[in-house]
């Protein structure tokens, strides 16, 4: 099994990707920040003739990764509430490769787990959950396990470590993750 993580926050310490690490310490991954990818907002063109057009930008070499790894960690934080932009972009994006035959995207997605690692300041418990919501949504619609979340509180940088129970439930993950990466 091989884990791929996408990051989606504007901060490179954020919160949501500590919890991601604690989460993943001491299992082999490999990890995607989009910060560090440009990634066009998409122009919908599914009923346009001709369809959608090529766009010079990260994406492809995103959804190769995506699609290399049989398990997908999205670790983000929540902005107004929802998935942040970047992230959005990205998934929105999928839209396009369902479209591509490079990709068999469907098939593909289907032999996938997601987990999602959401962090916000706001109540997030209760607040997150459209945003998880969301997820299981988009998941559902591709065909992707949705293996569960953590949903957890922290505003400042670094206060994710003051959240004791969202370090239980990464805690909890991790043991479960050692033993799918075990067998």
């Given at each position: 099994?091989?884990?791929?993580?996408?990051?989606?926050s504007q901060r490179e310490e954020s919160n949501a990707k500590k919890l991601t690490q604690a989460v993943l310490e001491g299992i082999p991954h490999?990890?995607?920040d989009?910060?560090?990818?440009?990634?066009?907002?998409?122009e919908d063109r599914r009923h346009v003739p001709?369809?959608?057009?090529?766009i010079d930008d990260d994406y492809d070499t995103v959804i190769q990764e995506v699609l290399r790894h049989?398990?997908?960690?999205?670790?983000?934080?929540i902005y107004w509430y929802g998935i942040p932009g970047r992230m959005k972009n990205f998934i929105d994006r999928w839209s396009v490769s369902l479209r591509d035959s490079r990709f068999n995207f469907k098939e593909n997605m289907r032999r996938k787990t997601a987990y999602v690692i959401a962090v916000g300041g706001d109540n997030p418990r209760v607040k997150g959950l459209p945003l998880v919501q969301q997820f299981q949504?988009?998941?559902?619609?591709?065909?992707?396990?949705?293996?569960?979340?953590?949903?957890?509180?922290?505003?400042?940088?670094?206060?994710?470590?003051?959240?004791?129970?969202?370090?239980?439930?990464?805690?909890q993950l991790n043991r479960i993750l050692r033993q799918i990466v075990q067998n």
């Open positions: 099994m091989s884990i791929l993580v996408l990051y989606g490999h990890a995607i989009l910060r560090d990818h440009t990634i066009v907002p998409i001709g369809g959608f057009l090529p049989d398990t997908l960690i999205f670790s983000l934080p949504y988009i998941f559902d619609f591709v065909g992707v396990t949705f293996g569960g979340y953590i949903i957890g509180q922290a505003n400042q940088p670094g206060e994710i470590e003051n959240d004791l129970m969202a370090l239980a439930e990464a805690e």
